[in-house]
């Protein structure tokens, strides 16, 4: 997976928006590039009328310089998808054949950000791909807001695996909270064991007698491995417990540790789902 949102297909794609003169002022262009760091890659000078370059041009060199030059292209993508959203870009329009316009600009930019294993949303927002996708999330805001971290934090290993743990333990208390069963502790594998228990997902659970039964408890057991395994790593990688030294973890291992913790958060919350009738 691509750490940073930024290609020279994406620069490309961002720059059609704008094509032609619509949308976002020069100026307010400007702005965003030099919040990001990225002033100089393309700059326009209101004074000087003979040879400036156009608006597409400047996010396609702009775009392409953060991707030369990444550390700040999180800070250039989010400001000008910002200031897309503001200028109705990813709002439907009343206009047919400007709609059908619309609608092919926001498909070519979510191919070119989904070819780097990032997603662009429905409302113009960007995460990193599998991060956030869960959709069995309404009512339950704690896990909400750890996911919004999460989606923010694609260039922080310590702080996804920290914000992964906490959105598995607060899964855990959120169903032990739906069935009332009381905890005093905030021992993760025992809120773990219990909420499982309360779904009937121990791997014990499963009748190996079934066609698939063994397959299927091998993967129940591998989830909980994942959950056990992303808490043991925030305790010595991931924020928390008083560290004081840089994560080892590059960006790519932790993203995949991440995914993988919101895929079990899924299936709980599905899980429990099916169990209150939903």
Known sequence: MAKHPVSDEVGAALGAFVAGGVGPRHSTL???????????????????????????NRVRDTVAAAARDPHRSRELIDGLLSEYRV????????????????????????????????????????RPAGIGALSALEGRPA?????????RASDDPALLLGTAKEMLESTAKYVLDVFT??????DFEQLWFHARDRLGLHPKDVDVSQPGGEQV?????ASWSIARMTNELRNVEG???GRTLPTGMTSETALLVVREACSVAQMVLSSLDRHLGH
């Open 239 to 241: 924020t928390g417990h």
């Open 143 to 151: 896990i909400e807001d750890q996911l919004a971290r999460l989606r």
């Open 87 to 126: 200028a109705g870009f990813f709002t439907r329009t009343q206009d047919p054949a400007l709609e059908v316009h619309r609608q092919d600009n926001v498909q070519t930019l979510r191919q070119a950000f989904a070819r780097i294993d990032w997603e662009l949303t429905n409302d113009g927002q960007i």
């Open 217 to 221: 408890r091998e993967i129940l057991q």
């Open 181 to 186: 069963v009381p905890y005093s502790s905030s």
């Open 30 to 56: 400007t702005r965003v590039f030099a919040r990001a760091g990225y002033g100089d890659a393309a700059p326009y000078d209101p004074g000087n009328s003979l040879q400036q370059p156009n608006k597409e």
